[in-house]
């Protein structure tokens, strides 16, 4: 079940376009602060402009001061970073495959995903010069400051593409 979630979302990711990248994690426990979303969570995309709430949820396994999200198949180590006021960069990794960024944005109860597409990185200059471009991959420059970069992101974050409730408060 927590498979056809985990697919679900990098799908929806990599169907809208690709999305900032890089070869190995960037942050590390070391750089978390505080934690917005932990335990488990209702999870709604959006569908003609409305949140529609999927049957399944997604639990957020604290380890240490990141999360394990597992499936039957696979385990993603998800690290969430402090950027400012209720913005924060969701750090996704996958044992061998590349890691993936996307902003999250606290709510009085869950929290929004916005996810960085390299369409959209592309019409920034600013965003897109500290970014290899190669087909439609956007990988992050190596000897970037990641979370400068990430927060001067904020503001060009387009509408949410996730919702995240903790589910005892879904219904």
């Known amino acids: 079940m927590m498979h056809r ?15 900032i990248q890089t070869k190995a994690p960037l ?26 709430r999927s049957d399944e949820t997604i639990n957020f396994e604290p380890s240490a001061k990141h999360f394990i999200v597992r499936d039957k198949d696979s385990e993603v180590a998800v ?20 890691t993936i960024y996307s902003l999250f944005e606290r709510q009085s109860e869950g929290g ?3 996810f960085l597409l390299c369409e959209d990185l592309k019409k920034d200059a600013t965003a897109a010069a500290k970014l290899n471009f190669e087909n439609d991959l956007c990988i992050l420059k190596d000897g970037i400051d990641a979370q400068s970069y990430f927060t001067n992101l904020i503001a060009s974050a387009g509408e ?10 879904a219904d």
């Not at 979630?5 to 999305?19: D, P």
């Not at 690290?79 to 590349?98: C, G, I, R």
């Open 27 to 52: 942050f590390t426990d070391a750089d978390v602060t505080d934690n917005p979303v932990s335990g488990e969570q209702a999870f709604f995309k959006r569908e003609s402009g409305e949140w529609k």
């Open 79 to 98: 690290t969430v970073v402090h950027l400012s006021a209720n913005w924060f960069v969701m750090q996704a990794y996958e044992k061998d495959k590349p």
């Open 160 to 169: 949410p593409d996730i919702r995240l409730v903790p589910s005892a408060r």
């Open 112 to 114: 929004l995903i916005h």
């Open 5 to 19: 979630l985990l697919s679900l979302v990098l799908m929806m990711c990599f169907l809208a376009g690709c999305v």
